[in-house]
């Protein structure tokens, strides 16, 4: 009797999480927050970033590799970034560097410093968090395992819903989000590599979907916008750069 009661308390306590609407137009802000669109329902916005009112908001959370602006703070915590041969390990798409997730030690100083950004992503009444970038280890030179980069994942998702967010997969369409708990996806350029249907496999509508070349949105609308957001962005996410929608 006594552990039902509790039981049911955890649960009423436990915060609600809301994952994304499913097929609503989406702006990718990382460039800077501007005015949306009015046609636009969801928002993603850099961390540092206010959330848009109104709109449903997305927090974008370096999780898996840094930001080109931080270089200083991951200095003062060079053992978490991947290193091979004494040189950080480097994202050459988006000049990032990985985090070192290869152990349950690094895993855990990692989740403590993402774990304050997640916190602080709930604070600002955010609804949700995309977690940067969890195909990450395939760019790690062989040093990152899939099983290490799924152990952290459940790590981030875990913090998030205990923070009421919905947590976004990032990208690797391979892979069904759902079994590490993950609510909804971003997928980057699911047209240009015809992987939308992996993520709508997973996810149903509740895909975000972003492209950067004209030709790849235009095939991605004319498979998928009428069942998914999508967006074409420029590849600098500028804030008066290219958008357009389906």
């Not at 040189?87 to 403590?112: C, Y």
């Not at 249907?197 to 949105?217: I, K, M, N, T």
Request: hydrophobic share 40%; with cysteine.
């Amino acid at each position: 009797m006594f552990s039902a009661l509790v039981l049911s308390v955890a649960l009423t306590l436990a915060p609600v999480v809301t994952p994304p609407p499913g097929g609503g137009d989406l702006d990718y802000q990382l460039g800077g927050a501007v005015r949306p669109d009015p046609r636009v329902e969801i928002v993603v916005r850099d961390r540092n970033a206010p959330p848009s009112p109104g709109r449903y908001n997305v927090c974008y959370v370096n999780g898996f590799q840094t930001q080109p602006d931080e270089a200083s703070f991951w200095r003062d915590r060079w053992s978490l970034v991947l290193k091979k041969d004494g040189r950080a390990v480097v994202d050459e798409a988006w000049g990032e560097w990985l985090l070192d997730i290869r152990t349950t030690t690094k895993r855990a100083a990692l989740a403590r410093i993402v774990g304050r950004w997640i916190d602080g992503c709930a604070r600002d009444d955010f609804d949700a968090v995309e977690f940067d970038n969890l195909d990450s280890w395939s760019r790690s030179r062989g040093l990152i395992t899939r099983a290490q980069a799924k152990a952290f994942a459940r790590t981030l998702v875990a913090r998030a819903h205990a923070d009421g967010l919905a947590a976004g997969q990032k990208n690797w369409a391979e892979l069904d989000g759902t079994a590490l708990g993950f609510d909804f996806a971003v997928a980057e350029e699911c047209g240009r590599y015809a992987e939308c249907g992996d993520y709508v496999a997973s996810y149903g509508s509740r895909v975000l979907a972003v492209e950067y070349r004209r030709a790849d949105f235009d095939r991605a609308c004319a498979r998928w916008g009428a069942r998914l957001g999508i967006v074409l962005r420029d590849r600098a996410l500028s804030r008066t750069g290219v958008r357009s929608w389906c």
